[in-house]
């Protein structure tokens, strides 16, 4: 009896200790260590079997190693002496299912480090691909905290947040919160990159550890400073951001994504100005403010085989709006300019919507693709609304039984026109203004409208007239409608009645508010 009783208060001691190794903090009586356990994971999405082990930022062991569960997640005692100090939770091994093939996977490296005095109460904290850059940035390539987020940001157009707990994107997790899921996409995206550039997935760690190298001065270019970046024995191409923002797309475009998100909630997709396909090179210049309405973009293309320019050919320009709502549509532009000896087109877009308000909120994702000889790139946009009181677009339209109407999603409604501001020349008293007509014909057509209609369905042919005021403007090409007025004064709004008929129907006027500038 008396050695039944000994046995099982030792196995209590036993359940007790391992109970407290599970939660809060701990001492031993041995040497006296205090800790605190600090639970997390290592994802690419869940990394089972990996080994990890707390680091001092010379790579010193601190803590571990501790295995991850099948469901990537670990708890580890860190001795409270060493968590005013900056730490590094290091992932190494382990399996994942790869989410963009299906295929398993093993891990190299992920890793995440904590800054000084940020583990207490009870500390989480996952190691992703974005915290394993923003890792290697700071650890092995010095740069500061500062400087390497905003590195990061520029490049992804995002900052990790490593206390959210990822889940994996190919699988239903509606219990799951937005930053939750929207960090398991964003994981993907990495893996939907190595696929996009026909690598194999077992190259994750050495992706992530060459895009670090790529960010160390401050942009993704192929480059760290003079020296090329290489990934497999292979120069790293220049424009990974680029590729990084497609494959963020690519993920949340296929079926393989479960999360939930749309494209359009999967945070603003950043934009990146150079994009290349196998034989061409994209630069694209946006105006000084891209906002609702008008936006001139100068596209310079280029041979990747001797950076010559592309002269004299048409480039075609496709815009989508991927909205968090749900829905796609596209916007009214004009085809861009023929290249010219520079190889530069000119293409204008006339934005129906922002993107991204001033509070941040996220409205949905702009995707301009630019297509040349059959290879196409894509960029991404942030479109603003419109600063200022003047009128940014003007829709008119009438009624579903007007001549003219629109047949969408099986039923007949009023078709829409679009108005904008397209230049204003001239001064007090003398002022040329240039109007912008469109259309709507459906979500995905939004065509110019002339003097004689559109070369669309029920607009070909009609006779369309618009005037501001009492005049009567002209039309052109290109949905260009031009008006003299002499009613405007410089630095001062005017306020402008349009009416337009088409086939005869009046629509009900609108009031364009603007103001011509100062000279």
Known sequence: MFKLKVLSQSVAAAVASAFLVGCGSSSSSDGEVSTTNVSGSAFASYVSGAQVEV?????????????????????????????????????????????????????????????????????????????????????????????????????????????????????????????????????AAFSQLLKNLNMDKGDHAALLEALAEDLVDGTVDGMNGAAAVQLNGSAVRPDMASQFAMALLDFANDDKNKSGLNTGQVGLIKFNGTAVSENYTFKLTPPMMTEVGKAEYTLKVTNNSDGSAVVGEEIEMTPMMFMAAGHV????????????????????????????????????NWDLKFTHDSESVHFFPKVMMAMGEDTSRLKLSGDASDADAVVMMGESSARNYYIYKHSVTGTTGNHTVEFFLATQDGMMAFPPVNGNGAEIGLLAGKVVTLKVGSEDAVSSVNGIWTVDLDNLTDGEQGSLELMLTVGGEQKPAGTFKLTPKSM
Do not use: W
């Open 55 to 187: 680091q001092d930022t010379n790579g010193n062991r601190i803590a571990g190693p501790v295995s991850t569960n099948a469901s990537g997640r670990f708890t580890v005692p860190v001795p409270n002496a060493n968590l005013a100090s900056k730490l590094v939770f290091m992932a190494t091994g382990g399996t994942y299912t790869d989410e963009a093939t299906g295929g398993q996977a093993t891990s190299g490296e992920l890793s995440v480090l904590a800054e000084a005095n940020t583990l207490s109460g009870a500390p989480s904290i996952h190691a992703t691909p974005s915290s394993s850059i923003l890792n290697t940035l700071m650890t092995k390539h010095g740069l500061s905290k500062a400087d390497a987020e905003a590195a990061f940001t520029v490049a992804f157009g995002y900052l990790p947040d490593s206390s959210v707990a990822p889940v994996d994107a190919t699988q239903d997790n509606a219990d799951a919160s937005e930053e939750a899921k929207l960090a398991g996409v964003r994981a």
């Open 329 to 364: 549509h596209s916007t009214p532009y004009v085809d861009c300019t023929a290249t010219d000896d520079q190889g530069e087109a000119t293409c204008t877009i006339y934005f129906l919507m922002a993107s991204a308000m001033a509070s941040g909120d996220v409205m949905g």
